[in-house]
C-alpha cells in the first residue's frame, strides 16, 4: 500500500511539473535584451574612437541636450533629455524607447559629479555618481557637511544649481 501511495504521489508530481509550461521557470529576458541592445546602439551614435600607437580608445561625447539612459524596472529603455528630442532619434525610434523630458543635461550633471567628488573629500562624503532615473548629482554625505559642499560648489562652479544634488546618508564599510 505504502508502495502505491509513493508511485501515485510520484506520478502526480511528475506529471504537474510536466504540465508546467517552461514559462514559468524561465520568464522571457526579451523585452529587457530589447532594450539592452536599443541602449548600445543609441550611445554607439555618441562613441568617438581614437588610436594611439597599437591602443585603440573610445569616449562617449553627448550633445548638451542629452540627459542619460536607463532601463526601467518595466524592463523599457527611458531616454532622457532636456530639449530637442527629434536629434536624438536618429539611431533609436520612439517604438524602442520612451522619451522622457528632464531639467539637467547629462554633460552639466557630470560637470557637477567631477566637482563634487573632489570637494566631497574635504568634507568626508562617501560616494558621488550620477543618478539618471532621478536626474540628479547623488552625494553620500553626513548632514552637518551638506551645507558646506554647497557653499563650495556655489563658489567654484559656474551657474551651479543645488537642486541638482540628492543628498543620502554616507555609505559605511562594515568588515565582515
Avoid: W
Avoid at 38 to 52: D, G, L, M, V
Avoid at 78 to 89: F, P, Q, V, W
Avoid at 109 to 137: H, P, Q, W
Wanted: charge should be negative; proline fraction near 3%; include cysteine.
Amino acid at each position: 500500500m505504502k508502495k502505491i501511495v509513493a508511485l501515485l504521489l510520484s506520478l502526480i508530481i511528475l506529471l504537474s511539473a510536466a504540465s508546467c509550461g517552461k514559462e514559468e521557470y524561465f520568464p522571457s529576458y526579451e523585452p529587457y535584451e530589447q532594450s539592452v541592445v536599443a541602449a548600445r546602439k543609441f550611445k554607439e551614435e555618441f562613441t568617438q574612437y581614437s588610436t594611439e600607437g597599437t591602443n585603440k580608445r573610445s569616449k562617449l561625447v553627448y550633445p548638451d541636450n542629452f540627459a542619460g539612459l536607463y532601463i526601467g524596472e518595466d524592463h523599457v529603455l527611458y531616454i532622457l533629455y532636456t530639449h530637442d528630442k527629434e536629434s536624438l532619434t536618429n539611431n533609436v525610434s520612439e517604438k524602442e524607447a520612451v522619451f522622457k523630458q528632464v531639467d539637467y543635461g547629462y554633460n552639466y550633471l557630470e560637470k557637477v559629479r567631477a566637482f563634487a567628488t573632489y570637494y566631497g573629500m574635504a568634507y568626508s562624503a562617501t560616494s558621488c555618481y550620477i543618478d539618471e532615473k532621478e536626474n540628479k548629482v547623488a552625494v553620500h554625505i553626513a548632514e552637518e557637511n551638506r551645507d558646506a559642499l554647497i557653499e563650495r560648489l556655489y563658489q567654484t562652479l559656474d551657474g551651479f544649481d543645488e537642486n541638482t544634488l540628492s543628498f543620502r546618508p554616507p555609505m559605511i564599510a562594515v568588515a565582515t
